[in-house]
């Protein structure tokens, strides 16, 4: 018996020494430049990562690039975590995603490479979305690594069968908050048949719900914009969350669950899974972000449609995406440049934008038909997208990422503020006029990079 | 009287049965829901048994991830990890607890004193520690600490040694022998159920243990297991059916393991006799 | 006391100690001193690891306790959850133990079985407990639902949060259960027996014999599980980011969220010294009061 343990533990031994050693034995030769690429993702993005720097390498065949890939991005802290360990042992990698909430403060302290001279030589600077530059005091230190924004998502046979007619795709001429809210009544039915109003409805037992919004801080914007409010100036030192228009956009929201009935409660923060929700055909509409449409797309049984997001005052669309950077710290400068030039042509990662995780940064890609077609005219992307989606982004805003201690705000004053009207504890007027007041005695406020 | 007992016993299992269940459902619940599709699990009435095996989820895990290569590497380092824990812990706890000297109630505080710390603030020294060392995505800092003791551990066994009586050790030495000796000889063998505790508990650690390995490890080949699942977990994208599927993956070799190593809870004060 | 009177002087028996402990020593030098230091000193400093750290004396501290008011709820958040949580787990473990340790058979499925909740990464079990939790969709909704109980908004409420975590910190009872299990195997089978032959009931073995010899490990168990649940985070971490409201922000959250969120580490720092001290207290007046009730078989002669 004992031997026997013994012997086990000496092959288990045996396998991890020569998985060591098996590791060991890849050195670059001493003529390559050796570049390595940090990023996040899940297994998909991974993948469609992997490519295409294999594709650089192919391309680059004296720049070897090592992959540095981080899972389990839960909040973006565990990659901020390592980050922060790699900066303060001065062994940053050349290029890479970065967490844009992040990026003043090491952009301000040095330590990404300043792009300007770049861009003008190679003559980028015209040819991508004017959002996607991200500047700190003039200077650009980096770029948003896609175009990513809010969209409405809905199970055709869901509207079918509720009688609701099919949604405007026209961002400008979409429906307004009432007529959307008159439809998302006919859609939730409770387990008898009910709808929300009827005599006897019961809102314990709802089989079929009219929406689902994704709840958090950058989900907000779009709504909060449509209504003509804001949450704090981009200037940093104002507080603008208890403007009216503000507290009634959170409120209309809110209502959606607790006085409409037509949306699921949250749990945790988030709802549990609402785009598989959306495919049972428990749910009419669902409005998150446009990188969701990567698991749509997967889904070959849902025949999903997109619609124009609902406007309350007027259009609006956010512009949100992580970042991509050449770090300061790089040997290899120019060869770290062509990586990131790599990484931001849409040729090169064409899967990332035909599976739906992605919209192109790159200009072309919403202009010029021959381009758009490359990424929209497939089975995944549905149809009106382009009108829906793709068109919006000309009136985009950045997802206020230099605003100062954004983070520390939203995580200390505005979550939970928002949190106690979503379990109906307060009115948003109560609840958005309280954390305005606490913010403002914070010192927080410290302005924007 | 044998009514009565049978009485007890019948209570007894009553109480294990209701207790096993509610260990158990969501486990069940987690090995269900690793062979259903997403849809399925999330529609009402809710399906509580899936009508076809779904495979294709467990197919997944290995295709979407090197999960054999995070098993190798994960199996690899929990082996050194216990082989370090048994040894370091018994010796450190055997000196605090039995052999009087100076400076050992400090040291018994110190150590348990680490304990108090919460670890994420002191992550990013010890990565810069090792990064002194040129140690970053080696295996060395997920593996060598465990030979260091650990206060938990070392606290546990310090506990267990003031249960035995020192008869045992007195007697040892009138025979000459030296303190590895009896170390190896007589206390190991009574504290055989403790240490089977040190062993499980440091094999759980090290199994599931996800952000050094995610801050010391800097390529995919040598990551493990705990931070391999986390690949399936993000907030805009997480493919359920195989989560639960590597989840379910990722614990069975621990239930084997237990289901062997509880055997070696027999009674290791059987000699206790001796003492008379 | 002291245990060779013959055999080694003092000056070796010294000796022999440094040398056996001679690892704790070291690992304390390599892996503790370093990081604690450190961690000390960051707590004196305006530092996001990124620029040159401003050395501020107290002020961390000093803030914390005027500025931020999350600090006392995170406090209280923690405390409340320990308080519910360590003697209810203290009580259910040991009954665990001492029926897994009865003369029943399948002795080996029921104590693999009570320990599975143990096994399951602690990142999987949050995800399973979010589902189950879940007011829609959970199980134990389904269940309260089926037996004609309304249903009950766990994790979602400002009132039920801690005691859902709480509840499933209970579930999650196997590594308790097992080191009383160990320490049940160490009780002598002549003590029981002698009772056994005195006509004892079950409940004088308990009384006077299983209670007096487990104590050290009761001890044990008691501290280590208070510590554990002075740091709480990968709960509320995964399953309620710390609401809603904040109810649920535990103490090492709102640290984590200061370091790796919020980019001040400073004040992490010194809030993680404040822990320490916390936990310390804690454990010393655990400590004080078990000279009353703890009976060491290898302290006294």
């Not at chain 2, 098993?71 to 050194?80: D, P």
């Not at chain 3, 009772?195 to 050290?216: A, E, N, Q, T």
């Not at chain 3, 971490?237 to 400073?266: C, D, E, Q, R, W």
Request: with cysteine; hydrophobic share 50%.
């Amino acid at each position: 018996m004992k031997n026997r343990v013994v012997l086990f533990i000496s092959i288990l031994i045996l396998i991890g020494a020569g998985l060591c050693f098996a590791n060991g034995q890849k050195a670059a030769s001493s003529d390559q430049v050796k570049l390595t690429y940090i990023y996040w993702g899940s297994p998909a993005e991974d993948a469609a990562v992997k490519q295409a720097l294999a594709g650089f390498e192919a391309a680059n065949p004296t720049i070897k690039v090592e992959p540095m890939y981080l899972p389990g991005d839960l909040d973006g802290s565990t990659y901020n975590a390592k980050m922060k360990a790699l900066a303060v042992s001065n062994t940053l990698p050349d290029v890479g995603y970065f967490r844009p909430e992040e990026f003043g403060n090491y952009a301000e302290n040095g330590y990404f490479l300043k792009l300007d001279d770049l861009i003008a030589r190679d003559g980028m600077g015209d040819a991508y979305l004017p959002q996607t530059w991200l500047k700190i005091k003039g200077d650009t230190y980096g770029a948003y690594s896609a175009a990513e924004c809010q969209v409405m998502w809905y199970n055709k046979k869901v509207l079918r069968d509720a009688g609701v007619p099919t949604p405007p795709t026209d961002y400008k001429n979409a429906w307004n908050w009432d007529q959307f809210v008159s439809y998302l009544k006919m859609i939730t039915i409770d387990t008898k048949g009910k709808h929300p109003g009827d005599s006897g409805f019961n809102g314990k037992d709802i089989a079929r719900y009219g929406v689902s919004y994704d709840l958090w801080s950058a989900m907000y914007y779009p709504s909060v914009w449509s209504n003509g409010g804001d949450i704090i100036g981009l200037d940093g030192k104002t507080v603008l969350v208890d403007k009216p228009e503000t507290i009634e956009a959170f409120q209309n929201l809110a209502d959606l669950m607790n006085v409409h009935q037509v949306m699921p409660h949250v749990t945790g923060g988030t709802n549990i899974s609402p785009t598989t929700m959306l495919a049972n055909g428990q749910l009419g509409f669902y409005v998150t972000g446009q990188w969701t449409l990567l698991e749509l797309g997967a889904m070959k049984d849902l025949d999903f449609g997109v619609a124009a997001l609902p406007i309350m005052k007027k259009p609006a669309q956010l512009y949100v995406s992580g970042v991509n950077v050449v770090f300061n710290s790089t040997k290899h400068p120019e060869e770290a440049w062509a990586l990131q030039k790599w990484m931001m042509d849409p040729a090169k990662t064409l899967d990332l934008y035909t599976s739906g995780l992605w919209m192109p940064t790159k200009k072309s890609y919403y202009t010029d038909p021959s381009d758009i077609a490359k990424w929209l005219e497939n089975d995944v992307h549905p149809e009106g997208f382009k009108e829906a989606v793709v068109d919006s982004m000309a009136i985009s805003i950045n997802e206020p990422i230099k605003i100062k201690n954004i983070n520390q705000i939203w995580g200390d004053y505005l979550n939970p503020a928002i949190e106690s009207i979503w379990i109906g504890d307060k009115t948003a007027s109560q609840a958005l006029k309280e954390a305005a007041g606490k913010i403002r005695n914070s010192g927080l406020l410290q302005g924007s990079y | 009287m044998r009514t009565r007992r049978t009485g007890v016993t019948i209570c007894i299992y009553l109480f294990l049965v209701v207790g096993a269940c509610i260990s158990l459902i969501p486990l069940l619940w987690l090995i269900r829901s690793s062979f259903m599709s997403t849809e399925d699990m999330f529609k009402l009435p809710l399906i509580l048994f899936p009508r076809k095996l779904r495979l294709m989820n467990y197919v997944d895990v290995f295709t979407m991830v090197p999960f054999a290569r995070f098993y190798a590497n994960t199996i690899f380092v929990v082996v050194f990890n216990i082989i370090g824990a048994m040894i370091s812990n018994l010796m450190i706890a055997y000196g605090l607890a039995r052999i009087e000297f100076k400076g050992r109630g400090l040291m018994f505080c110190l150590s348990i004193g680490t304990l108090m710390l919460p670890a994420n603030v002191q992550l990013i020294p010890l990565f810069l520690e090792w990064n002194w060392f040129g140690q970053i995505d080696t295996f060395l800092p997920l593996i060598v600490p465990a030979f260091f003791g650990n206060a938990f551990f070392i606290f546990m066994l310090y506990q267990f040694l003031r249960t035995i009586p020192r008869d045992f050790d007195e007697a040892a030495f009138i025979d000459g022998a030296s303190y590895p000796v009896i170390i190896a000889k007589i206390i190991f063998p009574l504290m055989k159920s403790a240490m089977v505790v040190v062993a499980i508990f440091q094999f759980m650690f090290t199994w599931n243990d996800f952000m050094s390995p995610l801050l010391f490890l800097n390529s995919v080949n040598r990551y493990t297991l705990a931070v391999g699942l986390r690949a399936f977990i993000s907030t805009f994208y997480t493919p359920w059916g195989v989560l639960m599927a590597a989840a379910t993956l990722t614990i069975l070799p621990l239930i084997i393991l237990f289901f062997i190593a509880q055997r070696y809870f027999i009674s290791g004060l059987t000699v206790g006799g001796i003492k008379g | 006391m002291s245990l060779p009177k013959k055999g080694l002087n003092a000056k070796r028996q010294t000796l022999w100690g440094w040398i056996l402990i001679s690892p704790l020593c070291l690992g304390l030098t390599l892996w503790v001193a370093f990081p604690m230091g450190l961690s000390f000193y960051t707590s004196l400093t305006k530092w996001d690891m990124l620029s040159k750290a401003q050395f501020v004396g107290f002020q961390n501290y000093i803030k914390i306790f005027t500025e931020d008011e999350l600090f006392l709820k995170s406090i209280r958040n923690t405390l409340y959850f320990t308080v519910l949580s360590v003697p209810l787990q203290m009580i259910i473990a040991l009954m665990g133990a001492l029926l897994l340790n009865s003369q029943v058979k399948g002795k080996g499925v029921f104590r693999t079985i009570f320990y599975l909740p143990s096994l399951i990464p602690i990142v999987v079990s949050s995800i399973m407990w979010l589902w189950l939790f879940n007011y829609q969709y959970g199980l134990i909704n389904y269940f309260l639902h089926f037996l004609g109980g309304g249903r009950v908004k766990w994790i979602d409420s400002t009132q039920m949060v801690i005691p859902s975590l709480t509840i499933m910190n209970i579930w999650n009872i196997g590594n308790v259960i097992i080191i009383f299990l160990a320490g049940l195997q160490g009780i002598p089978n002549d003590l029981m027996e002698a009772v056994d032959i005195d006509g004892g009931r079950y409940w004088h073995k308990f009384r006077f014999v299983i209670l007096p010899l487990l104590s050290p490990i009761i001890l044990y168990n008691m501290i280590i599980n208070s510590i554990k649940c002075l740091q709480l985070f990968v709960e509320p971490y995964i399953m309620t980011n710390g609401g809603p409201v904040n109810s649920s922000l535990s103490f090492v959250l709102h640290i984590y969220n200061n370091a790796f969120k919020y980019g001040k580490m400073g004040t992490a720092n010194a809030m993680s010294w404040v822990l320490f001290i916390l936990t310390m207290c804690i454990s010393l007046i655990i400590f004080k009061t078990s000279k009353q009730w703890i009976f060491c078989e290898g302290d006294k002669q």
